[in-house]
Each structure stands twice: as structure tokens, then as C-alpha cells.
């Protein structure tokens, strides 16, 4: 059994899957609340069952929740010694496209949006993730369906294009290729951190 964690979104999303079946899910939205609703959630989803391993997802998204998925993770992963891998964002919300080509588009910070397109059979991004303002993303994302809280952003920017409002959902792990659940349990940004070190001047 692998239990799946998504924090990165306002979605609060845990799942528990095994093989290609999903065994059961909790699926809420709590915008800011994840610190304090997904153990809980996790807990409520295993029911005294024990995951042979666990997904997380790295980002991108906020920075609080990536953080918030990676440290319950982590701490799961050293109290059970069981493995931990990851996966992201964009890839889990394209696997909502229903076997078509889509692009991803998150809300961050600064107006700006987290952009990634992905090709369908199999699911494969088909270029790097960018974080940038809705008017240069629209220049770079082709005009198909877009998925994630940016998606109305990047259309409107664009003048065409599907809209779908979407959070990503752990269950859809399930319909993730191997490639993109093997990313390393580390916090997938997009863009720099907003707070840069203080320059030092040397003394002599």
C-alpha cells in the first residue's frame, strides 16, 4: 500500500493506493489549514493500516503547504522505515486531462503563474516548469486545455483556450507513470525565494 500526500494547494488531499486500485481517500479544502488537518486526515484515511511507502508532493505551490506534506512525510517515513519519494504539482493536476495534452498553470506569488505542459500515453511533461507573469506564459503555453488555479488567468492572457478549474487530488497518483513518482523528497519551488542574504562587507 503506498499513502499518497498533496499539500502544495489549497486541496488537502490524502490517499491510500495499492496496485492500480485506490483503497479509500480524504479530499478536503482547507486553504491555509493544512498544518493542522492532514494528520488527522491521515489518520481518519488509515485506520490502523500501515503503508508500505509514501508519496509526497514537492511543488510547486505554497510554500507553507509544500513544507507542511514534506515534514509529516518525513517523519512518517522515519517512524514506519518505510520508503519516500515524490512527485509534483503540475503532473498530478495533468493527470486530470483525460488522456489529451494539457497544460498546468498554478497561481504563485507575485502575479505570477507556475506553467508546465504535458503530453498524454504516456503522461510526460513535454517541457520544464516556468514561473512567470500570465501575459509571457500565454506566449510559451500552446492554446489546450489548462488545468490549475491559474488556468482562467493564462487563458484570458491568451484570448483562447479550455479552462479547468482544478486542485490537484492524491487519488490521482493512481494514473502517474513511474518516472514522475520517483522525484526526490525535496520542496519544489518554481522561483527563487523572495527573501535574498544581506550583503556582508569584509573588515579589515
Request: hydrophobic letters at 45%; aromatic letters at 4%; charged letters at 20%.
Amino acid at each position: 500500500m503506498i499513502l499518497v500526500i498533496e499539500t502544495a494547494t489549497p486541496a488537502c488531499s490524502v490517499a491510500l493506493i495499492e496496485k492500480d486500485a485506490l483503497l479509500d481517500e480524504r479530499h478536503e479544502i482547507v486553504g491555509r489549514g493544512h498544518a493542522e488537518r492532514l494528520l488527522p486526515l491521515i489518520e481518519d484515511l488509515l485506520r490502523g493500516r500501515r503503508p508500505d511507502s509514501i508519496l509526497v508532493d514537492v511543488g510547486p505551490g505554497s510554500f507553507t503547504g509544500v513544507r507542511v506534506g514534506l515534514a509529516a512525510a518525513q517523519g512518517l517515513r522515519i517512524g514506519w522505515r518505510v520508503p519516500l519519494h515524490g512527485f509534483s504539482s503540475t503532473a498530478l493536476l495533468a493527470a486530470q486531462a483525460g488522456g489529451r495534452e494539457a497544460a498546468v498553470a498554478i497561481a504563485g506569488g507575485h502575479g505570477q503563474l507556475f506553467v508546465q505542459s504535458f503530453g498524454h500515453d504516456p503522461l510526460v511533461p513535454l517541457g520544464s516548469l516556468r514561473s512567470l507573469p500570465p501575459e509571457e506564459a500565454a506566449r510559451v503555453i500552446a492554446p489546450h486545455a489548462v488545468l490549475g488555479s491559474g488556468a482562467a488567468a493564462l487563458v484570458a492572457a491568451r484570448g483562447r483556450g479550455e479552462v479547468v478549474d482544478a486542485l490537484p487530488r492524491a487519488a490521482d497518483a493512481l494514473f502517474l507513470p513511474e518516472a514522475l513518482i520517483a522525484l526526490p523528497p525535496r520542496p519544489i519551488y518554481g522561483r527563487p525565494p523572495d527573501a535574498k542574504p544581506r550583503s556582508t562587507t569584509a573588515v579589515s
